[in-house]
Structure formats: C-alpha cells, structure tokens
C-alpha cells in the first residue's frame, strides 16, 4: 500500500498549495484512507483495502495517509475522525466517507463514484 506524503500527495493527487480549484493528476481513480496506527477502526479497514487494490490493481490506485506524521494533508481535508476515505474520480469532485466501512460499501462506492462494477 502506497503512503502519501504531503510532497507525493501535492505530485500524485492535488497540489493544494498552488492550485485552488480542484484539479486531480492522477490517472485513475483513487482511494485514499487517513488513517492511524492507533486506531482500531482504521485496523478493520486496512485488509479490506489490500483486498480492493489486489481486485481493482489494474482500475484504480489505493493510498492511506498517515494523520499522525501528514498533520498537513489531514488539516487541508478537515479530517476530523478516523478512518475517513476519500473517494476520487478521475473527473469530477471527491467524496469522503466516514467510519470502518464494510467491503460491500466500498463495492457501492466504487460503483457510483467511479462507474466501476465489481468482479464476478
């Protein structure tokens, strides 16, 4: 699983310090989870995400950010409780979720946020 750091973020993601209107670079979609090591929600959500960016590897890219070391990229997103997931399409605007989320909702999210059906 990739880790972002705010330099990573800025080149990968959104250069929030330069761009004011969102404007995503990379070249799928993307998941990002900001997370904790000391929370355990965040621990329930980690397998579950190692299983989608094995499932969606070829589709879409899968990052955690670390809210403990990147208070930055936690601040710019208003981060206020972990885990939060941010769903970004290729087009269009991000949507945060909230909370250990099971499987089947990241399945819906992919699905309606991305246009991706899952695998059979």
Same mark, same amino acid.
Do not use: R
């Given at each position: &699983?990739?880790?972002?750091?705010? +330099?990573?973020?800025?080149?990968?993601?959104?250069?929030?310090?330069?761009?004011?209107?969102?404007?995503?670079?990379?070249?799928?979609?993307?998941?990002?989870?900001?997370?904790?090591?000391?929370? !355990?929600?965040?621990? &329930?959500?980690?397998?579950?995400?190692?299983?989608?960016?094995?499932?969606?590897?070829?589709?879409?890219?899968?990052?955690?950010?670390?809210? +403990?070391?990147?208070?930055?990229?936690?601040?710019?997103?208003?981060? &206020?409780?972990?885990?939060?997931?941010?769903?970004?399409?290729?087009?269009?605007?991000?949507? &945060? !979720?909230?909370?250990?989320?099971?499987?089947?909702?990241?399945?819906? !999210?992919?699905?309606?946020?991305?246009?991706?059906?899952?695998?059979?």
């Amino acid at each position: &699983m990739d880790h972002l750091t705010k +330099e990573d973020f800025k080149e990968k993601i959104f250069d929030f310090e330069k761009d004011k209107e969102w404007s995503y670079k990379g070249n799928k979609p993307c998941i990002i989870d900001f997370y904790a090591d000391w929370c !355990a929600p965040c621990k &329930m959500v980690s397998p579950i995400l190692e299983d989608l960016k094995e499932e969606f590897k070829d589709e879409i890219n899968i990052y955690k950010v670390d809210t +403990e070391s990147q208070h930055e990229l936690a601040q710019v997103f208003g981060i &206020m409780s972990i885990p939060s997931i941010l769903f970004i399409p290729k087009n269009g605007k991000p949507q &945060m !979720a909230q909370g250990a989320i099971p499987k089947n909702s990241f399945y819906k !999210a992919i699905k309606d946020v991305f246009s991706i059906e899952k695998k059979s």
